[in-house]
């Protein structure tokens, strides 16, 4: 399961970074293009971030095991 959790969050984090460049470049007078991409930048973020969260979450905490 944390595999399948890896790969959307790489996928998720990757469509953020692509769909946000394309929402930056878009020319202005092509609103639709540019809000398109930003809301499917925003929608890899924000499962970029729940993933990364789960995968922080499920990570046992190195630092306590070693003191």
């Known amino acids: 399961m944390n595999k399948?959790?890896?790969?959307?969050?790489?996928?998720?984090?990757?469509?953020?970074w692509a769909f946000?460049?394309?929402?930056?470049?878009?020319?202005?007078q092509d609103h639709t293009q540019m809000v398109?991409?930003?809301f499917l930048a925003f929608a890899g973020f924000l499962t970029g971030m729940f993933?990364?969260?789960?995968?922080?979450?499920?990570?046992?905490?190195?630092?306590r095991s070693t003191l």
Not at 4 to 16: D, H, K, L, Q, R
Not at 20 to 28: D, R, W
Not at 51 to 63: A, E, L
């Open 20 to 28: 946000g460049y394309l929402a930056l470049s878009a020319e202005i």
């Open 36 to 38: 398109t991409a930003g």
């Open 51 to 63: 993933t990364y969260m789960r995968i922080c979450r499920d990570v046992p905490d190195q630092r």
């Open 4 to 16: 399948i959790i890896a790969i959307i969050c790489v996928v998720s984090w990757s469509g953020f």
